[in-house]
């Protein structure tokens, strides 16, 4: 199993971004390069990424109290937010998804289909009430991310040395923090969902670090624990962040 796929997934900023452009922060063309920059080329309906922006700029109610973008992430131990046998459900992939809200009770719901040529979205509406997500608040989830994180730490000094081809752990680990950040984030993202977003990706970075790059299986219970943690951290974090964008546009 590769750990990337329950640590990472280009959704957490491919949500912000959206976000970022309903609330007219970001410009659609510079949403469309980080979103080619996140997967390669879109398409929706087999026409360009702009024909989904529009279908969504169309149905977001951005006057919702509550997160007009919600990023969806589920793995071992950690169940979808979706309704279980709804077409959006059959349709989920490891990736995830991401619900934009809409009008009354009804949930858009976007899933996207990762591909060597690019990735193909699918649209899905529902108009019951989604499951209720965990709505971590931003201190809840660095904290028990941060609890994470130190034992992570602990971890991977328990391997150091013990592969001669990879002498340094530490510094495998600041690499693939920083792959994990690429593109980076849209203008105006909170600090407190940035902050979130960086510990999930250094605490992703360790454990990829230690069962794919050194090989060491050793810690894959405790490790593999913490995987909940660090898709919880990614869903706060989006949360907050486009609360906040939402708030700042009511101020205007």
Do not use: C
Request: aromatic letters at 8%; a negative charge.
């Amino acid at each position: 199993m590769r750990t990337r796929a329950e640590v990472y997934s280009p959704l957490q900023n491919t949500a912000v971004w959206l976000a970022a452009w309903l609330y007219n922060v970001e410009s659609t063309d510079e949403t469309v390069q980080a979103l080619t920059d996140l997967g390669g080329p879109h398409t929706y309906q087999g026409e360009p990424i702009a024909h989904l922006l529009r279908d969504v700029r169309v149905e977001a109610d951005l006057e919702t109290p509550e997160p007009t973008v919600r990023l969806i992430l589920w793995g071992p131990g950690q169940a979808p937010g979706l309704r279980a046998g709804s077409p959006a459900m059959e349709a989920l992939t490891p990736a995830g998804a991401i619900v934009v809200r809409g009008a009354g009770a009804t949930s858009h719901i976007l899933v996207p289909d990762y591909g060597e040529r690019g990735v193909t979205w699918r649209w899905f509406e529902d108009a019951e009430r989604l499951p209720e997500p965990e709505w971590l608040s931003p201190g809840e989830a660095d904290a028990a991310l941060s609890a994470a994180t130190e034992q992570a730490a602990l971890l991977i000094e328990a391997t150091g040395g013990t592969r001669a081809d990879l002498p340094n752990p530490r510094l495998a680990v600041g690499s693939l923090a920083d792959f994990y950040d690429t593109p980076g984030l849209p203008a105006g993202v909170t600090p407190r969902a940035a902050k979130l977003f960086a510990r999930a990706d250094r605490v992703a970075a360790t454990i990829e670090t230690v069962t794919d790059r050194l090989g060491d299986h050793s810690f894959d219970p405790q490790l593999f624990a913490l995987w909940r943690h660090i898709r919880s951290a990614r869903m706060a974090g989006v949360a907050d962040a486009v609360v906040d964008y939402g708030r700042e546009w009511g101020r205007r």
